[in-house]
């Protein structure tokens, strides 16, 4: 059983759109969407730098139309599952059909406005926190002041706060954790600090043409498959300043019976935590079109 799988921000890096873009009717494409949200997508994703696609408001549609993208040149295939972490659930709601592609952009472009207009008046980050227990872990950061925002399995907890309550964390790391990275996001996204891009996206999903998923979509909410997409659509504009649940996504996944994953372009941090978690199940990030005839031949196994 196939899993499709799009990554969340912090996965972007400079030029990574490139080689994609050499791919027949792929520049109109996200020339078109470029158009439609009013970004310049095939300037970010091919000449901008490392500071300009950290940008919530240019990473987060960024993202989207990259996995979109890679994930239309698989081809016309039926997986068992899908699911995204964090924006990657847009990614994976416009795969799975409950919104159109071009909605779906419209929708990440509002949302990462909303998140970069919260995320401006605190300073704010977030940072990987390596090993240790969840149940020591997660105690000391609320210690801290800070939110478990991403609790992703395979031994990581991406912790959010203020700058301040990170450097405390810097200095003062839980038992049993290795190590702790900062990540290349600009806000302390999925905790309270985004409450005010909620409303903001509420009103823009309001009046989209919302369709039930085509495939099993598995919500970053709780990790449980949810097959209305109004509900869909629900729980992507709450999940803004919620907890995002990776690790019980993979329970999900190896209860639905996986034997395979692929992550969409730009894979690899959701193939590393499968790769410890998922024991046994195949794994394959998609980064560029060299990768997508080992990807079609994953699917033909597996689908």
């Known amino acids: 059983m196939l899993v499709l799988v799009a990554p969340g921000q912090g996965a972007q890096t400079p030029g990574f759109l490139t080689p994609w873009l050499d791919l027949p009717g792929a520049a109109d494409r996200i020339a078109a969407w470029s158009d439609a949200i009013g970004l310049d997508l095939v300037h970010y994703g091919t000449r901008a730098d490392a500071d300009a696609i950290r940008d919530t408001a240019v990473a987060q549609p960024l993202l ?26 847009i990614t994976a709601a416009a795969y799975a059909g409950v919104l159109g592609e071009d909605d779906a952009l419209r929708l990440v472009r509002k949302r990462g406005l909303a998140m970069a207009d919260a995320a401006s008046v605190t300073e704010t980050g977030m ?47 839980p038992e049993g954790v290795r190590k702790v990275v900062a990540l290349k996001v600009a806000g302390a996204f999925h905790t309270e600090h985004m409450a005010p891009a909620v409303a903001a996206l509420e009103e823009a999903a309001q009046d989209l043409p919302v369709a039930d998923p085509r495939f099993t979509y598995v919500s970053n909410r709780d990790g449980k498959a949810v097959a209305d997409g109004t509900e869909v659509i629900s729980r992507l504009v709450g999940q803004v300043a919620n907890p995002v649940r990776w690790d019980l996504c993979m329970e999900t996944f190896q209860e639905l019976g996986v034997t395979a994953l692929i992550e969409v372009c730009p894979g690899g941090t959701l193939t590393g935590l499968a790769k410890r978690a998922l024991k046994g199940v195949q794994t394959l990030a998609v980064k560029t079109p060299d990768d997508l005839d080992a990807a079609r031949a994953l699917v033909a196994e597996h689908s």
């Open 64 to 89: 989207v139309a990259a996995g979109l993208l890679s994930a239309a040149a698989l081809g016309d295939i039926t997986p068992g599952a899908v699911a995204g972490h964090s924006v990657g659930e």
């Open 127 to 173: 940072a990987a926190l390596l090993g240790g227990d969840p149940d020591v872990t997660v105690p000391h950061l609320e210690k801290l002041g800070l939110t478990p925002a991403n609790v992703n399995g395979a031994g990581q907890i991406v912790a959010a706060g203020t700058l301040e309550q990170l450097a405390a964390l810097a200095e003062d790391k």
